[in-house]
Nanobody, 124 residues
Framework: QVQLVESGGGLVQAGGSLRLSCAAS????????MGWFRQPSGKEREFVAA????????YYTDSVKGRFTISRDNGKNTVYLQMNSLEPEDTAVYYC?????????????????WGQGTQVTVSS
């Protein structure tokens, strides 16, 4: 069983930055994808970014391109989401997840392990 623990959320003013971390309990990700999703209050969970653990390829939803950066630290089994130029529309609970084999990258159904989430609130 894989456990994912997110941290780094908080309250920030518009234009500010936060870095989210997601630590995995075991090293299983040599050939998989890890993703970040977010869920604004009252809305569905949506894809934000993903990274291929083996070659470092990255993927982003259009609304965060140029502002967010996903990265990984193999030695620490940790994936990061650096968020810059934050906007009130980025306010949500952010989740990290591990994609299941063959799962669709941009959809929640494509992921089998999820963290508990961390709240990000951006004030205007």
């Amino acid at each position: 069983q894989v456990q994912l623990v997110e941290s780094g959320g908080g309250l920030v003013q518009a234009g500010g930055s936060l870095r989210l971390s997601c630590a995995a309990s075991i090293r299983t990700f040599s050939s998989t994808v890890m993703g970040w999703f977010r869920q604004p209050s009252g809305k569905e969970r949506e894809f934000v970014a993903a990274i291929n653990w083996s070659d470092g390829s990255t993927y982003y939803t259009d609304s965060v391109k140029g502002r967010f950066t996903i990265s990984r630290d193999n030695g620490k089994n940790t994936v990061y989401l650096q968020m810059n130029s934050l906007e009130p529309e980025d306010t949500a609970v952010y989740y990290c997840a591990v994609r299941r084999a063959g799962g669709r990258m941009y959809f929640t159904s494509g992921y089998e392990y999820w963290g508990q989430g961390t709240q990000v609130t951006v004030s205007s």
